[in-house]
């Protein structure tokens, strides 16, 4: 079951969000022991590939280059450089690499070829590839998928009716399109929304009502706490309580049984209980490391330390889905074709040179 039509509507929505919170989180937890092993909960590695300078005015994101923010802007990273982080986060233990990076769309230029290289080369690590990258059209969807990609992020953040208080340079349509272009490729989607914008609890409902909506919902629901950043309009926000996240998570694990709950951003704020209650409530993913993309997360040896004492296990990548096979990208094949023959020639011409240099003069002697 993949979504529970018990609660298809707002008000059934709300009505659950709101029963007495151990009765919701006992409900929760008995959906997600029938759905899901609930001592396993999957550590993903959070990489920001491109931070910081974005154009778009998203009101709660630091990277937003609008808003005077202490983020340290950085462009593309290398494919060395994030296979190497790759590697790193494997060693800890995470099964999945979320590449975000601070674009409004996908743009069809070498960024993109070299993001098309990473994935190529962290599925061939044998971890779940996750990007995050904005906007997409089906083609780039396709080659990403065509790469290994496992899943697509992409958040509609809130809901339709308090989405122009958030964000105006793009529509929610916009983003219900991505998700369905990452869809119409094959790829998991991963969409999710962030709770403490000064939004009404009826918006965090709404944005489950939209998933709700669709033919396919979300594999991987991410819920995030605002993490509220001096610079941006929701600096000033009071962080919600530790509560309003738990009854987030268990509404999302009762409505959608079978997708993967996550804890993802605000950590730093909650209690060791206070998670305890979102596991047990179906939270089955966190982020690991002492980083989300800009902001901080609790130290991964916190987090070991937690899994221990709550006597949690860390996932292992590929249990909810085949690992995708990479294929070559006739782009890059064509790219490094060109460089290998631009290479070559180059090559020649510098025997040519060398050659010539050394040939012989002939001296004319004069008189
Ligand atoms: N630029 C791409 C996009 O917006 O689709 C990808 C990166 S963006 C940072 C990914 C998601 O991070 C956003 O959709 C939002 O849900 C979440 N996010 C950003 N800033 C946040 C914050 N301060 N607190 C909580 N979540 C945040
Ligand atoms: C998601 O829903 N949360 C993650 C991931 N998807 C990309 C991002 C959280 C970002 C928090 C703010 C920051 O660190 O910049
Ligand atoms: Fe840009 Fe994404 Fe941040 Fe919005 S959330 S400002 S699109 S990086």
């Not at 937890?29 to 910081?52: C, D």
């Not at 960024?111 to 590839?129: A, H, P, R, T, W």
């Not at 049984?257 to 089955?284: D, H, N, W, Y």
Request: charged share 25%.
């Amino acid at each position: 079951m993949k979504v529970n039509p018990q609660y298809s509507t707002k008000e059934a929505l709300l009505e659950l969000y709101n029963k007495p919170l151990l009765e919701l989180v006992f409900e929760a937890a008995t959906v997600h022991r029938k759905y899901h092993n609930p001592r396993e909960v999957q550590m993903s590695s959070l990489l920001s590939i491109k931070t910081g300078g974005c154009p778009e005015d998203c009101g709660y994101c630091p990277q937003a280059a609008r808003y005077h923010t202490d983020v340290d802007t950085h462009k593309l990273m290398t494919v060395e450089t994030v296979v190497e982080q790759a590697k790193n986060a494997k060693a800890n233990g995470a099964s999945r690499l979320c590449m975000g990076a601070a674009w409004r769309e996908v743009r069809d230029n070498r960024d993109f070829d070299n993001v098309i290289e990473m994935v190529q080369s962290v599925n061939d690590l044998g971890m779940e590839v996750c990007c995050t990258l904005g906007m997409m059209n089906e083609d780039q969807a396709l080659r990403l998928k065509k790469a290994g990609l496992f899943a697509y992020n992409h958040n509609l953040d809130t809901s339709p009716d308090y989405y122009d208080d958030v964000i105006s340079t793009r529509e929610y349509e916009d983003r219900l399109n991505t998700i369905d272009n990452a869809r119409k490729a094959g790829i998991s989607v991963c969409s999710g929304g962030i709770i403490g914008m000064g939004e009404a609890v009826e918006d965090r409902m709404g944005l489950l009502l939209s998933y709700m909506q669709m033919e396919n919902p979300p594999e991987s629901i991410p819920i995030n706490a605002l993490v509220a950043v001096e610079g941006t309009p929701m600096a000033e926000q009071k962080p919600i309580e530790q509560w309003e996240m738990i009854r987030m998570v268990a509404t999302t694990r009762i409505a959608f049984p079978q997708s993967i709950v996550r804890l993802s951003a605000g950590r730093t704020k909650m209690s060791m209980e206070a998670q305890a209650l979102c596991f047990m409530a179906g939270a089955g993913s966190v982020f690991a490391g002492d980083k989300l993309l800009t902001t901080p997360n609790p130290e991964f040896n916190e987090d070991v330390e937690m899994f221990k004492i709550l006597g949690l296990e860390m996932k292992a990548p590929f249990a909810d889905g085949e690992q995708p096979i990479s294929e070559s990208d006739p782009i890059i094949e064509a790219r490094k074709a060109k460089e290998a023959a631009r290479a070559k020639e180059l090559a020649e011409a510098r025997e040519k040179a060398k050659d010539e240099n050394f040939a012989p003069r002939k001296v004319t002697v004069e008189g």
